[in-house]
């Protein structure tokens, strides 16, 4: 066994197992996420570790046939149907042949297609990562003729949603020629038009939707949304609190200090008029 695969079998299990030969990508995710096979010689004793949670990313298109080789390998010898878990392609499959017997090994497959866009490697591994990695974009494919574009999320899973959705309406419309996705997964560009992923999901995912509106409510409660409210409904701007700054006023309704005292809480009573108690309760 290589050193690769014996460090790994003293560890937990793995997210991803990252094929790449120059290790470029294994490094962007870090070891704590990501099992690198760097030969392909390695890949018999990688199967065996994998599960269908496993997610395998696949760094240039010369990986993918040896990946099916040896998947199609492992399967004859156990005389068994497995299911290796999702396929991330960093770059299109050189021959569009391998589909059909990918998609009969692997659960999902993004990527793949040459006409498939995706976010840049740097951002692509911090999405895939992150905690709140399902309510990120982290790639996409146009289908034109169909008038759809099926977006996957950043657990792979996969979201197709009419171009219709997308406003065409005003001077800036959304060229479907020039997709692609940024912002770590937040923005989805159709030339210089932007869409927000949020907007996509709050508009199409009942989950989504359930777990926005629970934030929202909690991101009200406190001191600073409080203090918004109780300032829009007296018609004053940040600018308008004697003695304290508008970047301060941005910063306490954002909750990014604590509650104000003393002089700054009798500041903002006074010109919001109201005892300095009666703030939180708006």
Known sequence: ????????ANRVAKEFFVLDSAGGFGRRLGERHCLPVSKKGEL?????????ATVWIVANSRWAESLLQAVSAYVLFRQRRVTFGDLLMLQPVARLGLLP????????????????????HDQLAEVLCSENKSDLFIGGIVDR?????TLARGDLMAV????SIFQTQGPCRPDFSRFGVDD??????????????????????????RRAQ????????????????????????????????????????????????GKTMENLAKALGVMPAEIETY
Do not use: C, N, W
């Not at 003729?145 to 574009?149: A, D, E, N, R």
């Not at 197709?160 to 171009?163: E, K, N, S």
């Open 160 to 163: 197709t949603v009419p171009l």
């Open 184 to 209: 770590y997964g937040a923005t989805l560009r159709f030339g210089a038009y932007e869409a927000s992923s949020h907007g996509v999901l709050y508009r199409l995912d009942p989950a989504y939707r």
């Open 1 to 8: 066994m290589s050193r690769t695969l014996s460090t790994y």
């Open 145 to 149: 003729l169909g008038g759809t574009i």
């Open 44 to 52: 018999p004793d990688v199967l065996a570790q994998s599960s269908d």
């Open 101 to 120: 017997p990918l998609h009969s090994r692997f659960r999902r497959i993004v990527g793949a297609m040459p006409e498939y866009r995706m976010l840049p």
């Open 214 to 261: 629970q934030q929202r409510i909690a991101e009200e409660r406190g001191f600073g949304p409080s203090l918004r409210r109780l300032r829009i409904l007296r018609r004053l701007s940040r600018g308008d609190f004697p003695g304290i700054s508008s970047k301060t006023i941005a910063r306490i309704e954002r909750g990014e200090t604590g509650k104000p005292q």
